[in-house]
């Protein structure tokens, strides 16, 4: 085995990586009759396992789980996951025989070992089906010629892809059918139904390509949608203390705020969370924001470069080989932060004054939403695709924090996505240092607007205006967000 992306020639690379085509929902009007009446096994039932078979047998779909026998005879939480919401449980030997689809949702250090012990019993002309293309893309593993391999990816973390089903919505979604295996030509027409059953076709759907998903994936996931918002999280939670702000406050404004900010985010894009802000107040948090791009970009640029190159996944796979020590020791340390280990206070904060008291946190979205868009797209990834890796996603990601803080979003995110954010947040820290010490109570933890009679410069203004609303993630956004017309707001304070 070796990594697939790296074996090809830099011309198929980049049309590979410029695989995007958004999908129109008449593609999907068959809904997901390709897949009634077929036997759908998923096997591991963790953060996408349970969340998208909930979604499938809603829809109306034949799903069971196949667990790992530890699993069953430990009672472990996947057996309890699955058995608690009254769906089948059965062995490998037990449930893949009869199987149509095998869904392979267990964590992607695992794959290669998952998919060679299920092979020998997937039946002749049966489908492999993905929902992150790691284990094709950068380990490259050979998957039996009879055996179609697709992918359906959500952009959200498992909780949220069954919390934006239940109302009446979904989440984006890549799909993909992997050129090696689609010997009989069906790869699409079932990713395209089981796409349905799992909700992502009310939110938007992209034809993909594993190597568009992965490569974007790590990226939106190592830096934006989980690595600086742990960081943005820390440093505004610790800058608040350190200036003397009530750490119940500080812990609350920080656990909820990101959350309240980026629903705007969601709803009406950069934009939209920008207008939020006095006058006054957008043009602060528009040259904090620059300053952060300025900043940040190199690092941004890193992680793409080493996700390019296969030297972020070199590096993860020898923590796999070390039996995760370092995502376990990064994971214990996160959760012996001060903001991990401050509950929220018990204090009335107004869904305004989450934008008024936050600036910093509103700055760091913004320059952690355009880089990480401007750096996929500079390295070849299409801008509707970054767009749901970059804008769409926060929001998600930001409801775990605001459910139960960093633990939450580590607990519910991939293993793969924790260790990048970990990687991203040790680096990003110490790279913020000195932009930290000019920072005060102002952008983090006091109304910004206070003693300010709201006067601004009006060619400030606009020009401010016409830089945060001509950006590409804004056009492309507005036009994606059209077709979102089930999206719902989510309660959020
Ligand atoms: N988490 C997310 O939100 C997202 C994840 N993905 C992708 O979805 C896939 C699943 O990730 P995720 O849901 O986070 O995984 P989780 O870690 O949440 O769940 C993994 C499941 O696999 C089981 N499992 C673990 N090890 C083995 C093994 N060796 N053999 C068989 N089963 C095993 C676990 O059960 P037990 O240990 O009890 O056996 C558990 O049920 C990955 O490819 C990931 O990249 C894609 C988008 C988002
Ligand atoms: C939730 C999601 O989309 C991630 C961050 O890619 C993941 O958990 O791997
Ligand atoms: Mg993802
Ligand atoms: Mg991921």
Known sequence: MSNYFNTLPLREKLNQLGVCDFMDSSEFLDGVNALKGKKLVIVGCGAQGLNQGLNLRDSGLNIAYALRKEAIEGKRDSWKNATENNFTVGTYEELIPEADLVINLTPDKQHTAVVNSVMPFMKQGSTLLYSHGFNIVEEGLPVRKDITVIMVAPKSPGSEVRAEYVRGFGVPTLIAVHPENDPEGKGLVQAKAYC???????????????????????????????????????????????????????????????????????????????????????????????????????????????????????????????????????????????????????????????????????????????????????????????????????????????RKKLFEMNRVISDTAEYGCYLFDHACKPLLADFMTKVDTDLIGKNFNEGKDGSVDNRTLISVNEVIRSHEVETIGAELRKAMTAMKSIKTV
Request: net charge negative; hydrophobic share 45%; glycine share 10%.
């Open 196 to 402: 349905v059953g799992t909700g992502g076709h009310r939110a938007g759907v992209l034809k993909s390509s594993f190597v568009a998903e992965v490569k974007s994936d790590l990226m939106g996931e190592q830096t934006i949608l989980c690595g600086l918002l742990q960081t943005g999280s820390i440093l505004s939670f610790d800058k608040m203390v350190e200036k003397g702000i009530d750490a119940g406050y500080a812990s609350k404004l920080v656990q909820y705020g990101v959350e309240v900010i980026t629903e705007a985010l969601k709803h009406g894009g950069i934009t939209a969370m920008m207008d939020r802000l006095s006058n006054v107040a957008k043009i602060k948090a528009f040259e904090v924001s620059e300053e952060l791009k300025t900043i940040m970009r190199p690092l941004f640029q890193k992680h793409q470069d080493d996700i390019m190159s296969g030297e972020f996944s070199r590096i993860m796979m020898e923590d796999w080989a070390a039996g995760d020590k370092n995502l376990l020791a990064w994971r214990a340390a996160t959760g012996e932060t001060a903001f991990e280990k401050t509950p929220a206070g018990n204090v009335q904060i107004g869904e305004q004054e989450y934008f008024d008291h936050a600036l910093l946190m509103v700055a760091f979205i913004r320059a952690g939403v355009e880089l990480a868009f401007e750096t996929m797209v500079e390295a070849g990834i299409k801008p509707e695709s970054a767009y749901y890796e970059s804008l769409h996603e926060t929001p998600l990601i930001a409801n775990t924090i605001a």
